[in-house]
């Protein structure tokens, strides 16, 4: 069974921390990693996408890694802000590019003034 | 460009009813695949539709069917609604060979009591 894991479940930072999501996967035979936000209630917003042949994606805060050889994925957000407060969430995709996603649980993050 | 829209927004429904909810994908997208998201859950993949045609199904009853239209906007209809089928309906579109990044609709809450 091809499963997502996320970890931590939820996070509590200060403003102004640089902290890290992880999230694993049980099959290394990956074809894209995709990173999404999701605000309560609300669809997902893609944050970022990383394919099999990279090893890490950035937009602005944001920094995405791939490691398929330990299957996994870390999403690196740089000096949070408030805003940020969300759920992330990150899904594999199951077949070669059908875009048929497996998602992980969530990290539920909450930044702090 | 267009988002991705969603239709209805909120949905209340009996036991053993059916429903209909619509997406309307970005434009120029062909392909759009439907999710089930239960609360505190990461989505679960519905079924597919690339050019009008189910294009892969994940683990789902056939009272789930869908369609596709020749404008590629598609259809979810859930027959026989059962109170475990209470959760967030999310749509996404994307255009195969594209890079496959998928941009989600808003979503539709469904409640069945």
């Known amino acids: 069974k091809q499963e997502v894991t996320q970890i931590p479940a939820a996070l509590s930072v200060p403003e102004g921390e640089n902290l890290v999501l992880n999230c694993s996967f049980t099959?290394?035979?990956?074809?894209?990693l995709q990173w999404f936000r999701q605000d309560p209630g609300k669809g997902l917003t893609s944050l970022l996408l990383?394919?099999?042949?990279?090893r890490e994606q950035t937009s602005g805060r944001l920094n995405a890694s791939l490691d398929k050889s330990s299957g996994r994925s870390t999403l690196y957000i740089a000096a949070s802000q408030p805003g940020d407060s969300a759920t992330y969430l990150c899904?594999?995709?199951?077949?070669?590019?059908?875009?048929?996603?497996?998602f992980g649980t969530g990290t539920q993050l909450k930044v702090e003034l | 460009e267009t988002g991705v829209t969603q239709s209805p927004t909120h949905l209340i429904k009996t036991r053993g009813q059916q429903v209909t909810l619509r997406c309307s994908s970005q434009s120029g997208h062909n392909t759009v695949s439907w999710y089930q998201q239960a609360l505190g859950q990461g989505p679960q993949f519905i079924f597919q539709?690339?050019?009008?045609?189910?294009?892969g199904r994940g683990n789902f009853p056939p009272r789930f069917s869908g369609l596709q239209f020749p404008n590629y906007s598609s259809e979810l209809n859930v027959n026989a609604l059962e109170l475990d089928d209470s959760a967030l309906y999310l749509c996404a579109s994307s255009l195969a060979g594209q890079g496959d990044e998928q941009f989600f609709g808003p979503g539709t809450r469904l409640t069945v009591l």
């Open positions: 990383i394919q099999s042949s990279q």
């Open positions: 099959d290394s035979a990956i074809y894209n």
């Open positions: 539709y690339y050019r009008e045609e189910e294009n």
């Open positions: 899904a594999r995709d199951t077949t070669g590019g059908g875009n048929k996603l497996t």
